[in-house]
């Protein structure tokens, strides 16, 4: 059975030209790229501005638009492939010194950022990584012929098979977002319109990113500043002493920008301590206020008690005054009463006493002293 065929544009050439700034592009115009299908994925490498690659091999879900620097190395096998069609290859071209300077400066960068490497290491021309493997140039000379090599290699096969080819100027296509869409407009025209592309563009170019030419002319100005400007015949790769600048100005701006950024977090914790300690202070016043308050309300409910204790006290006081006024009266109603019983059995004597006939026959000698007292 023959498998369902799948067009594919492709992204391609020596690289450092743009390429991944086109899969940014491209996914911003709505088409189907490994940025869109990965959007948090980490293929993408800040320091080189690269990444965003995909192998069109052993992977049934490609995006439509794959970016591979290695399309030279395999080619002629992937034309081969009966399920793969290829739309168009888009070919962002760059002066073969910068592209290749580009590349070995960010071997360089990588190089200097090793820890613990002797520093004489990190200034010898050629290098390697793999124990008992290669030895390689990082001559931009020795990188450009590997380069000019791919890419003509990789435009003879296109052309044989007939393979419609994009050809864009590198940073024009950066800078310029009329012109890429012009360019592009006959593999993405059906695809995308023309306002959205020139939005996307704005979303996405950065110009400041296309850097290595004006590095290589700051540098070249500092290592020679007076000998005059003159047009070297041909074409002139800077030296190593140029490179070794470069890139370690690159790591020296790359290590200001992360001081900038951790001094920017430091700045932000210094702040939000000073915060949480005035937050710290302002909550430590309000406990002293509270406990301030609380010592006052202990105070005052050691007052109310005492007044409690005072009250109940004299309320005792008054409740056994008003006992003993009880008793008292008590004391004061039977003596009463005896008084009461005394008075009438005196009434009763006195009534017994005037009725007896010693009180009659008395009655004129009490008559007499009546009188005698009154004269």
């Given at each position: 059975?023959?498998?369902?065929?799948?067009?594919?544009?492709?992204?391609?050439?020596?690289?450092?030209?743009?390429?991944?700034?086109?899969?940014?592009?491209?996914?911003?115009?709505?088409?189907?790229?490994?940025?869109?299908?990965?959007?948090?994925?980490?293929?993408?490498?800040?320091?080189?501005?690269?990444?965003?690659?995909?192998?069109?091999?052993?992977?049934?879900?490609?995006?439509?638009?794959?970016?591979?620097?290695?399309?030279?190395?395999?080619?002629?096998?992937?034309?081969?492939?009966?399920?793969?069609?290829?739309?168009?290859?888009?070919?962002?071209?760059?002066?073969?010194?910068?592209?290749s300077t580009s590349r070995v400066v960010n071997e360089l960068r990588a190089r200097y950022a090793m820890e613990g490497l002797p520093d004489d290491?990190?200034?010898?021309?050629?290098?390697?990584?793999?124990?008992?493997?290669?030895?390689?140039?990082?001559?931009?000379?020795?990188?450009?012929?590997?380069?000019?090599?791919?890419?003509?290699?990789?435009?003879?096969?296109?052309?044989?098979?007939?393979?419609?080819?994009?050809?864009?100027?590198?940073?024009?296509?950066?800078?310029?977002?009329?012109?890429?869409?012009?360019?592009?407009?006959?593999?993405?025209?059906?695809?995308?319109?023309?306002?959205?592309?020139?939005?996307?563009?704005?979303?996405?170019?950065?110009?400041?990113?296309?850097?290595?030419?004006?590095?290589?002319?700051?540098?070249?100005?500092?290592?020679?500043?007076?000998?005059?400007?003159?047009?070297?015949?041909?074409?002139?790769?800077?030296?190593?002493?140029?490179?070794?600048?470069?890139?370690?100005?690159?790591?020296?701006?790359?290590?200001?920008?992360?001081?900038?950024?951790?001094?920017?977090?430091?700045?932000?914790?210094?702040?939000?301590?000073?915060?949480?300690?005035?937050?710290?202070?302002?909550?430590?016043?309000?406990?002293?206020?509270?406990?301030r308050e609380l010592d006052g309300a202990i105070a005052g409910r050691a007052a109310c008690q005492h007044q409690l204790s005072e009250a109940i006290?004299?309320?005792?006081?008054?409740?056994?005054?008003?006992?003993?006024?009880?008793?008292?009266?008590?004391?004061?109603?039977?003596?009463?009463?005896?008084?009461?019983?005394?008075?009438?059995?005196?009434?009763?004597?006195?009534?017994?006493?005037?009725?007896?006939?010693?009180?009659?026959?008395?009655?004129?000698?009490?008559?007499?002293?009546?009188?005698?007292?009154?004269?």
């Amino acid at each position: 059975m023959t498998p369902a065929r799948k067009n594919h544009l492709m992204i391609a050439g020596t690289g450092r030209a743009g390429t991944t700034f086109l899969v940014q592009y491209l996914a911003a115009c709505g088409l189907d790229t490994h940025l869109a299908r990965h959007p948090a994925a980490n293929t993408y490498n800040d320091d080189a501005n690269a990444g965003l690659e995909d192998l069109p091999f052993d992977n049934p879900n490609l995006p439509y638009v794959i970016k591979s620097p290695w399309l030279h190395a395999y080619a002629t096998r992937l034309l081969a492939d009966p399920s793969i069609v290829l739309d168009a290859v888009i070919f962002p071209m760059r002066s073969i010194v910068e592209a290749s300077t580009s590349r070995v400066v960010n071997e360089l960068r990588a190089r200097y950022a090793m820890e613990g490497l002797p520093d004489d290491c990190r200034l010898w021309e050629s290098w390697g990584t793999t124990p008992g493997g290669v030895v390689y140039s990082l001559n931009p000379i020795d990188e450009a012929r590997l380069l000019a090599l791919g890419f003509h290699e990789l435009m003879h096969t296109l052309v044989r098979h007939d393979v419609p080819l994009v050809m864009l100027d590198f940073p024009r296509l950066v800078e310029d977002p009329g012109y890429l869409y012009e360019k592009l407009h006959p593999v993405i025209g059906g695809k995308v319109d023309r306002e959205r592309a020139l939005s996307a563009h704005r979303e996405t170019a950065v110009p400041a990113k296309v850097r290595v030419g004006r590095e290589l002319a700051a540098s070249t100005a500092a290592l020679r500043p007076q000998e005059p400007a003159a047009q070297t015949p041909g074409i002139e790769f800077p030296s190593q002493a140029t490179l070794d600048r470069v890139a370690i100005k690159r790591e020296l701006d790359k290590a200001v920008s992360e001081r900038a950024v951790l001094q920017r977090k430091l700045d932000e914790a210094t702040a939000g301590r000073a915060e949480r300690q005035r937050e710290l202070d302002e909550a430590i016043a309000a406990r002293a206020a509270c406990l301030r308050e609380l010592d006052g309300a202990i105070a005052g409910r050691a007052a109310c008690q005492h007044q409690l204790s005072e009250a109940i006290a004299e309320g005792d006081a008054r409740r056994h005054e008003l006992a003993e006024s009880r008793r008292s009266q008590a004391a004061l109603a039977q003596d009463l009463e005896r008084l009461g019983l005394r008075a009438s059995h005196l009434e009763a004597q006195c009534i017994a006493v005037k009725a007896s006939n010693s009180w009659r026959v008395t009655a004129p000698l009490r008559a007499l002293s009546r009188m005698l007292k009154v004269r």
